[in-house]
Each structure stands twice: as C-alpha cells, then as structure tokens.
C-alpha cells in the first residue's frame, strides 16, 4: 500500500508514521522538512510546501497513492484546494479532524460520532467542523473518497498533556511542580477528560487505512480510560516523584489572565464527556487502546530526564501563572 502523509513529523503522526513502515507500507512524507529527526527509516520524504501549487503538481504528476492523510488542514479554504488537488489521484484521503468538533456543552455525556457538530466558541473547532463538511459534500456530489478521523487530546513521550501548559515547553508543568509552585487545574477539578497515547492512535488508525468501507464516515479514536484533572495531575506528580498543589480557577478566571487558554478550555478541556469507541473497533476489529496514563506519563517524564536539554520552561508563562495565583488567592482571602 502507498501512503503519503501531508505532514508526517508532529506529535500523532510521527507515531502513525513509524507504525506504517514497520508494517511495510510504501509511506511517503510531504512537508518542509523542519523535523528530520522524527522521519522514520525507509519513508520517503518529499520536501514541499502543500500550500505550492507547483510543488504539489510536481509531485501528483506522474503519482497515484493508495490513501492520502492530510495532518494539517485547519481551514475550509485548505480543503477546497485538498479535494482539487487530489481528485482522481488517490483512493481514500483522509481529514485529520478533532473531537473538539462535538457539541459544546454536549446534551448527553457521552459522544459518538453521531454527536452534533457545534463550537461556536472556539474558531479552531468551528473551522474544523467547516472542513468537515465540505469534504462531505464532495463525497456526496462527486464520490470524493473521503475518512474523517478525530483524535482528542493525545500525547507521546515529548510532551506533557495537561489543560493548563505550554505546548512549546511541555516541561514547564514538571517545573513548577518539582519546585513546590501550585498548578493551576480549572474548575474543581472533577471535568472528566480523555488522554491518548500516539502509540494507541495509531493501533486503531492504521487499520482505518485502504479499508474502503470507511468512506463517507467519520471516526473518533481515543482512549477509553477516563479520569478527571485532578487525577491526571496525581499521576504526573507520582511520575515525578512529587505532589503536586493544585489550585482550583474558574475557566473564566483563568482566561482573566491567560486568554489564550479561554478558547480551548471553555470549549473543550473545561467540559466533562466520555467519548464512545464503540464505532473504530467495529471498523478495526481487535482495536483497544492499551497504554494507561500512568504508563505513558512515565515514559514522559523518563524522556525529558534523559534529555535535561528539553527541560526548556516558559518563562512568561510561568511568571503569568504565579500573577494570577497571587492574585486569585489575595481575592479569596479577602471574602
């Protein structure tokens, strides 16, 4: 089977990647070539901007792939051009979307792929569900070979997935709490949320891959495991050998002084669900999501222990978190 990737090298898809060569697929990465360290032996990598008519007519001129997966469509215009682009040149592409696309707040706690699509407080999710929908209108109108994937939150050894931290610097979280700083966790702590594992992903998305029945359907895969923020954070400060302090802010108080936290929290991180697999393990029989968070968080923390140069920490960040801390527990003193 002959893959091409759009992208190929971030935190999912660099697992996704290496999967499918150790299953032997013909893969093949097309991106700028910013991440060469995370390229797999035996891809093929195909330096060009998705964005260059000419780089991209330059490579589909003489070649036909057995799926397309494009990581980093994020606006309707984008997939307009995608299904342009790869209309006869391929026998399934495939939109990486997300779960954020579902109804926030959702009616009924738990979310299928039948959950209607609604996020009108986060531009992100909102150009996503417009993604989605043009996609589905020209596999509707004219048999474009389409798969919509969804991931939720999902994490590999270089990162540190929580609601409160920088993506840029996953270790600032660590930081602060190997330091004694208290962690911010909004609400009370009790929002049910979902990690991933890429590792996991992966499992589940590589079977969706050539598999003809998926097109014209839409898959969430995650994990089942669930657990609340607070519980997340235990396992982090048992990995790191340290209890954490958590402080408890309102969505609404921590976007005070971080909005660019505000978005993603009250449409997404903020609000418990639990999310169904029942429809991936149907299409992928065998699929199950294996890597507990307590396992995955400790290969983390092992990573960045290994390699003390990615101990990087925001710093403004960081500075911005002990301000609103201070000033929200000045305010609850003063009750």
């Given at each position: 089977?002959?893959?091409?990737?759009?992208g190929g090298t971030g935190q999912i898809s660099t697992?996704?990647?290496?999967?499918?060569?150790?299953?032997?697929?013909?893969?093949?990465?097309?991106?700028?070539?910013?991440?060469?360290?995370?390229?797999?032996?035996?891809?093929?990598?195909?330096?060009?901007?998705?964005?260059?008519?000419?780089?991209?007519?330059?490579?589909?001129?003489?070649?036909?792939?057995?799926?397309?997966?494009?990581?980093?469509?994020?606006?309707?215009?984008?997939?307009?051009?995608?299904?342009?682009?790869?209309?006869?040149?391929?026998?399934?592409?495939?939109?990486?979307?997300?779960?954020?696309?579902?109804?926030?707040?959702?009616?009924?706690?738990?979310?299928?792929?039948?959950?209607?699509?609604?996020?009108?407080?986060?531009?992100?999710?909102?150009?996503?569900?417009?993604?989605?929908?043009?996609?589905?209108?020209?596999?509707?109108?004219?048999?474009?070979?389409?798969?919509?994937?969804?991931?939720?939150?999902?994490?590999?050894?270089?990162?540190?997935?929580?609601?409160?931290?920088?993506?840029?610097?996953?270790?600032?979280?660590?930081?602060?709490?190997?330091?004694?700083?208290?962690?911010?966790?909004?609400?009370?702590?009790?929002?049910?949320?979902?990690?991933?594992?890429?590792?996991?992903?992966?499992?589940?998305?590589?079977?969706?891959?050539?598999?003809?029945?998926?097109?014209?359907?839409?898959?969430?895969?995650?994990?089942?495991?669930?657990?609340?923020?607070?519980?997340?954070?235990?396992?982090?400060?048992?990995?790191?050998?340290?209890?954490?302090?958590?402080?408890?802010?309102?969505?609404?108080?921590?976007?005070?002084?971080?909005?660019?936290?505000?978005?993603?929290?009250?449409?997404?991180?903020?609000?418990?669900?639990?999310?169904?697999?029942?429809?991936?393990?149907?299409?992928?029989?065998?699929?199950?999501?294996?890597?507990?968070?307590?396992?995955?968080?400790?290969?983390?923390?092992?990573?960045?222990?290994?390699?003390?140069?990615?101990?990087?920490?925001?710093?403004?960040?960081?500075?911005?978190?002990?301000?609103?801390?201070?000033?929200?527990?000045?305010?609850?003193?003063?009750?």
């Open positions: 089977m002959k893959v091409l990737l759009i697992a996704v990647s290496r999967l499918l060569v150790d299953q032997g697929v013909d893969l093949w990465l097309l991106n700028r070539g910013n991440r060469v360290e995370c390229v797999p032996d035996g891809a093929k990598v195909v330096q060009g901007d998705i964005n260059n008519r000419a780089d991209i007519e330059a490579l589909l001129e003489d070649e036909y792939f057995d799926v397309v997966v494009n990581w980093i469509v994020f606006h309707p215009d984008e997939m307009d051009r995608d299904i342009e682009y790869f209309t006869g040149k391929t026998d399934q592409y495939i939109l990486i979307s997300t779960v954020a696309t579902y109804q926030r707040p959702p009616v009924y706690y738990v979310l299928d792929e039948s959950t209607p699509q609604h996020n009108p407080v986060w531009d992100y999710a909102t150009n996503k569900i417009a993604c989605e929908q043009r996609l589905m209108a020209a596999y509707r109108e004219r048999g474009f070979p389409a798969t919509i994937v969804r991931p939720s939150q999902t994490y590999g050894e270089a990162s540190i997935p929580f609601a409160v931290n920088s993506a840029e610097h996953p270790w600032t979280l660590p930081d602060r709490i190997l330091k004694g700083k208290k962690v911010i966790v909004p609400g009370d702590g009790s929002s049910l949320w979902c990690i991933t594992h890429n590792t996991d992903f992966a499992e589940g998305f590589a079977g969706l891959l050539g598999h003809t029945q998926t097109l014209g359907h839409a898959f969430h895969i995650t994990s089942d495991e669930v657990k609340t923020w607070d519980q997340y954070l235990e396992e982090l400060g048992r990995a790191l050998g340290v209890k954490p302090r958590p402080i408890h802010m309102t969505s609404e108080c921590i976007a005070r002084f971080l909005p660019e936290f505000e978005a993603p929290l009250k449409g997404d991180a903020s609000i418990s669900f639990v999310l169904d697999n029942t429809k991936i393990k149907t299409f992928v029989p065998g699929y199950r999501a294996t890597r507990r968070f307590e396992q995955g968080i400790r290969q983390s923390v092992a990573y960045y222990r290994e390699n003390p140069e990615r101990q990087t920490v925001d710093e403004t960040l960081d500075a911005t978190m002990d301000k609103a801390i201070a000033a929200y527990e000045q305010f609850l003193a003063s009750i």
